[in-house]
């Protein structure tokens, strides 16, 4: 792969030629704010936030779809950027609910976060907002729509998994929503409690229901395990606060494998010394299970017990 | 197998026939160049290209079709020139995207040409939906194999053997046209394998749009016929490269396409010695509104707007006075009367803060309200906005919602600077075409009618008498006492004696204008 040489807010970067914008202003330490961009996921350029001006170019340019070229001069931070940036935001707050108190996404928000760095704020105003639709079926994940800023990243991580494909975008314009297979709820729907999508989420949007009221992520001690279920070893988050364990939550996909609800459940009960009950679906309810049969290994630890009995004897 | 030979035996034998029936018919007349054009004074001034056979031929008979000289074009590319000469041709005659935007068709071709490729496709994009433009569907519905004929020469250029039409659901009549035109091109071998005996295969399938308007923009047209939600993609390649599944794409619009073969017949140099150097030949367009004669006008590019509404459309409905004219739907703006004699062409529309857009050419008298015009506009455009990008979602939601205060007489001071603040947001911050335009119909109107709207937001009053809500019925001594009004008020709002002048309680009244309607004298106005 051939190099190429630009410059981004007066320093000189080199990178692959095939690195977009967002990806060589990363080198350089400069953090351009975006949304929808994961460069895990097929890009989209939806939110618009990572505008950048690169010089000879009479429009803003999305910095996540934009390839460096040698000598591009990109600013990203330009009069034109910010004034961007900060409308984004507020159309975008002006549609959510002013919920940071209570919003278990608190301290993680990439909206907040962005709101803080952009001086945007809240305001009262009679026009619409998005409607207060919660998915409150799953004991694993709450989907709270008034919060969802359609960033689609949920769809696009979802849709990774070839049998998965279960959330979409539903409906346009202004009353765009996701939904679960054709407006299901996470009973009805065929989604497995993968976490894929929370994990993604940048809002309050999609939230591990399991983490809900135990702790706020910055009292929380976060640390990284790797899943033992299987070898490839996805990557979850033990978060503890004064020395006890609290909760599990999906961090990342291991390379092939999806993530997957047997894997955290199993970390939960390998890590928690008081995990909450598991629940499995069991047709289209939530049912609370035993953890033999959660994790399926009821039937092992059965014959376990039989071979070992017959030993002993 | 077509041959050249049978073609020219088709038209021998068709286009007598075709002359006995139009003669007896007696809408069209023979010009000495052997070209049938429709007769009447709205026709002079047209020069019809992309019409050229639309109420003339009959659009169900390709004979009919090959009578005026329908194929030859393809013939002649395909026997005598290389696809390198075919896109030299479309270069030279500069022929620009009728879509609206303008491109190049040339260009576009070449690029796509440009490319090495298993597979290419020509699009042709006929999902026309600019609230009162029918120039599409016209041709569609009156001369299929003009497109048909086009896109397989754009085939042949660019060397695609596949091509699509997308076209909207909403035109069942072109849907059925368009497939009994295939279907009549395939057995004639016009289309499919071997075209003409030759090693050049094409063959064109439709899809069907589901009513979105979003889908007209080429990316997001192409998700739609790859089968997913139709919304635009981010332009990370040029769809002359990387288009439909990936493969190098051309899309070029139902007029541009109908243009085509006959560029190839006449030459470039004909081409381009009609319109005006940048925007050479000619531009059809949907003129309705308050126009007395109102229907599809085709005209020379550069021709002003002032002939297109007096000279073709017979001047104004009422006689009342020209206040504006709105181009290009949703995306265009508001061409105030002083600036009528400004030419038609792409580059001179878009200086004037309007565009050339598909065709839509609205006129307006002093009745219509500027205000809401630019709400009507933006309903619309939120309407159709997908949902994908913020700026245009949320954004035009917004400025329909402050629109939609002003219009209602509640707007308050500073609405019009954030009108203008979001309108450059939007459009600097948009993904695709729809929201980057959304907001042309406020900001031209905001540039040329200001007045409008500072009389809703202060005086809450609408000048034109338009807004419903700023309105007030009142009764002039023009009133006889005929206590008809009273009787018919379903409120009961309006009081008075038996031959004596009846007054309106303004504030129960509701403003259904039944009193106005019921008036035997016409005493009741609305101020």
């Known amino acids: ?313 | 197998m077509m041959t050249l030979e049978k073609l020219r035996e088709i038209k021998e034998k068709t286009r007598p026939i075709l002359e006995d029936r139009l003669k007896k018919e007696g809408k069209t007349e023979i010009r000495e160049d052997g070209s049938i054009v429709l007769k009447g004074d709205y026709y002079k001034k047209q020069v019809r290209i992309a019409l050229r056979n639309c109420e003339i031929i009959n659009p169900d008979s390709i004979d009919d079709y090959i009578a005026l000289d329908g194929y030859s074009a393809l013939g002649k590319v395909l026997f005598e020139m290389t696809p390198a000469e075919v896109i030299d041709v479309m270069m030279e005659s500069n022929l620009r995207g009728r879509g609206g935007a303008g491109f190049p068709t040339g260009r576009k071709w070449n690029e796509a040409f440009k490319y090495d490729a298993d597979k290419k496709y020509i699009i042709c994009n006929a999902d026309e939906g600019d609230p009162g433009a029918f120039m599409d569907r016209s041709i569609l519905e009156g001369d299929p194999h003009s497109v048909l004929e086009g896109m397989a020469i754009a085939g042949y250029a660019v060397g695609a053997d596949q091509g699509f039409i997308y076209v909207r659901a909403e035109y069942p009549l072109a849907v059925k046209t368009l497939k009994k035109a295939i279907e009549q091109a395939k057995e004639y071998g016009l289309l499919g394998k071997n075209i003409f005996g030759t090693d050049f295969s094409f063959d064109i399938e439709l899809r069907l749009g589901a009513g979105a308007f979003v889908c007209g923009e080429g990316t997001a047209l192409m998700e739609s016929i790859e089968g997913k939600r139709g919304m635009p993609r981010v332009k990370i390649h040029r769809t002359a490269h990387k288009g439909l599944w990936g493969k190098p794409t051309i899309i070029n619009n139902v007029e541009t396409l109908a243009n085509v073969p006959i560029i190839y017949q006449k030459g470039a140099d004909w081409f381009r010695s009609i319109g005006t150097e940048k925007s050479p030949g000619t531009k059809v367009f949907a003129l309705v509104g308050k126009v007395k004669e109102s229907g599809l006008v085709e005209v020379p590019m550069g021709m002003t707007l002032r002939e297109i509404v007096f000279d073709i459309g017979g001047g104004v409905a009422d006689d009342r006075a020209i206040k504006a004219i709105q181009t290009g739907g949703p995306s265009g703006g508001c061409i105030p009367a002083d600036l009528l004699d400004t030419p038609v062409d792409f580059e001179s529309l878009a200086k004037i803060g309007s565009i050339m857009g598909s065709g839509g050419m609205v006129v307006m008298d002093e009745t219509d309200c500027m205000v809401d015009i630019a709400r009507f506009f933006l309903d619309f455009t939120v309407e159709e906005s997908c949902g994908k990008c913020v700026p245009c979602r949320e954004g035009t939601k917004r400025m329909l919602e402050i629109l939609e205060k002003i219009t209602e007489g509640n707007g308050e001071e500073g609405d019009i600077e954030r009108l203008e603040s979001l309108a450059e947001t939007i459009s600097s911050a948009s993904l695709c075409g729809l929201g980057q335009t959304a907001s042309n119909p406020v900001t031209s109107t905001l540039q040329y009618f200001r007045d409008e709207y500072i009389a809703h937001i202060r005086d809450k009053r609408c000048p034109a008498g338009s807004c419903q809500a700023l309105l007030e019925y009142y009764i002039t001594d023009a009133c006889i006492g005929c206590t008809k009004c009273a009787r018919n008020c379903p409120v009961s709002c309006i009081s008075g004696k038996v031959k004596e002048r009846h007054v309106i309680d303004t504030e129960t009244c509701i403003k259904c204008g039944t009193c106005m309607e019921v008036c035997p004298v016409g005493a009741v106005i609305t101020r």
């Open chain 1, 1 to 313: 792969m051939k190099n190429v040489t630009l410059t981004i807010d007066g320093q000189k970067v080199t990178v692959p030629e095939n690195y977009s914008i967002i990806q060589a202003a990363k080198e350089l330490g400069i953090d351009i704010p975006a949304l929808c961009y994961d460069p895990n996921l097929e890009v989209v350029g939806a939110c618009r936030l990572c505008l950048v001006e690169i010089e000879g170019s009479r429009k803003l340019e999305t910095s996540c779809s934009t390839k460096v070229r040698e000598g591009m001069v990109v600013n990203t931070e330009t009069e034109k950027v910010v004034k961007a940036r900060k409308d984004i935001l507020q159309l975008l707050l002006d549609s959510h609910p002013n919920d940071c108190l209570t919003c278990q996404k608190a301290g993680e928000c990439l909206l907040q976060a962005y709101a803080y760095r952009y001086d945007v704020k809240f305001r009262e105003h009679d026009g619409a907002m998005r409607p207060k639709l919660i998915d409150t079926s799953s004991p694993y994940i709450l989907k709270d729509d008034s919060k969802c800023i359609l960033c689609g990243k949920c769809v696009r991580t979802c849709s990774q998994v070839d049998d998965r494909q279960v959330l979409s975008f539903a409906g346009r314009g202004y009353d765009t929503r996701i939904v679960l297979d054709l407006d299901k709820t996470f009973e009805t729907s065929k989604c497995v409690s993968c976490n894929r999508c929370v994990v993604v989420c940048p809002v309050g949007a999609l939230v591990d229901k399991r983490l809900m009221g135990k702790t706020r992520i910055w009292d929380a001690e976060v640390k990284t395990v790797d899943c033992k279920v299987c070898a490839y070893g996805c990557e979850f988050e033990v978060l503890s606060k004064k020395g006890k364990k609290l909760a599990v939550r999906a961090k990342a996909p291991s390379n092939g494998r999806p993530l997957c609800l047997k894997g955290r459940l199993t970390t939960e009960l390998m890590h928690l010394d008081n995990p909450d009950k598991p629940y499995r679906k069991i047709g289209n309810k939530f049912v609370e299970s035993s953890w033999t049969k959660a994790i399926s290994i009821a039937d092992i630890i059965e014959k376990i017990n039989k071979l070992e009995n017959n030993e002993e004897k």
